[in-house]
């Protein structure tokens, strides 16, 4: 089957492909079928050659800025042409975020093919307290209701979606975790320095909780624990967290390694003793699953995403805001009483989402419509 997957637009250029968080998606998809990638990626003053990412053929579709809706959708169905020209004749479209994708709908309708959506975007959630301007929800609501299958990352998110559009056929498909780049074998074998090693990872804004893990280090500080705590990442709360981990007296304890490639900072991860995942609403949060892929167990608030793939065998969730049940939760796990090995945390996460078995998921899904 042939699979031209569609990467919404933003207002600033992104990668075709790792803007929008679906690089092991598209490796998974690209393992059962034929893949293409339609990137919208506006503004620039034309259409920009066909490229290669990952040996997956990637066309761009833009625009010039200020561009109606009429005009994206002229840009689209242009790019649509020249893909088909140059011999690559889509069975499906696969879109990603729902309230960019009104091009894509139109796009699978002109060619006569199913559309799958998959939706990432936490504000169509409740738990995000920005929820979508009326029209994006508009636009959202009718990819929704045109596509002939919506995959929601989470469960959290597939109910956000039925409120939304009761009508809409929703399933829970997981984000894919890259288990080359996380891995068990990762893990160090040296002696340990009997530091109680965190890590925390993610974008550095007041949403994600970070000020939470470090008061729950302060307070395993106090518990004479002695945390070291890696936090992985950049944003605007940089320098207020700096100057709080100060405040906490844990400059000794805490290490600000900013923004870091996944396979640098994987190592780290796989070192830890435990991951902290803090934030407010996640729709699936891959960093949790990345820890666990790595055989690290898991302390993560009760944030929509996490409560999917958190079980005793593997992490703790605990409530937000909550930096004392945090602490506890963490030593806790710690003591990894019903806790599981690091290989067997590592190899039932990658069973249930590695690249191959996600992709298989989505496979299925693809047979299934075509079959239609």
């Known amino acids: 089957m042939k699979v031209l997957v569609a990467t919404p637009w933003y207002p600033t250029p992104q990668h075709p492909i790792d803007g929008v968080f679906v ?5 998974g998809l690209a393992e059962h079928h034929d893949v293409a990638v339609l990137h919208i990626a506006p503004p620039v003053a034309g259409p920009a050659p066909p490229t290669r990412v990952d040996g997956i053929p990637v066309f761009t579709a833009s625009w010039r800025a200020r561009t109606g809706p009429i005009g994206r959708v002229r840009a689209v169905l242009d790019a649509v042409r020249r893909i088909r020209r140059s011999g690559f004749e889509p069975d499906l479209v696969h879109a990603q975020i729902a309230a960019k994708s009104v091009p894509a709908l139109v796009a699978a ?14 504000r169509v959630m ?12 508009r636009s959202a609501a009718a990819v929704y209701q045109g596509a002939d299958a919506v995959l929601a990352v989470g469960s959290e998110l597939r109910r956000a979606i039925k409120d939304l559009t009761p009508r809409a056929r929703v399933l829970v498909v997981p984000n894919p975790v890259d288990t080359t780049v996380f891995h068990p074998g990762l893990r160090p074998t040296a002696t340990e320095d009997g530091r109680l090693r965190l ?23 106090d518990r004479g624990l002695d945390p070291h705590l890696d936090v992985i990442g950049e944003g605007p709360e940089l320098g207020r967290l700096r100057a709080m981990a100060a405040d906490l007296r844990l400059a000794d304890a805490v290490r600000f390694h900013g923004r870091q490639h996944k396979a640098d900072f994987a190592p780290l991860v796989a070192a830890a003793h435990v991951a902290v995942v803090a934030g407010d609403f996640e729709t699936f949060c891959v960093a949790g699953i990345e820890a666990l892929a790595c055989g690290t167990p898991v302390v993560a608030t009760r944030c929509g995403g996490p409560q999917d793939y958190i079980t005793p065998r593997n992490g703790r969730l605990v409530p937000l805001w909550e930096p004392g049940l ?3 939760a963490i030593a806790d796990l710690v003591d990894r009483a019903d806790v599981g090995s690091p290989e067997e945390i590592a190899r039932a996460t990658a069973a249930e989402y590695g690249i191959d078995a996600v992709g298989r998921r989505i ?7 075509h079959r239609r």
Request: zero cysteines; proline letters at 8%; hydrophobic letters at 40%.
């Open 326 to 328: 945090m602490a506890n």
């Open 126 to 137: 409740d738990l995000d307290p920005r929820p979508l301007p009326p029209g994006q929800r």
């Open 363 to 369: 496979a299925g899904i693809y047979q299934r419509l």
């Open 23 to 27: 690089r092991e998606q598209v490796r």
């Open 199 to 221: 890590i925390t990872t993610g974008r550095l804004v007041d949403y994600k909780g970070v000020d939470q893990v470090l008061r729950a280090t302060a307070l395993l500080r």
């Open 109 to 122: 309708k002109r060619l006569s093919v199913p559309l799958v959506v998959t939706e990432q975007w936490s």
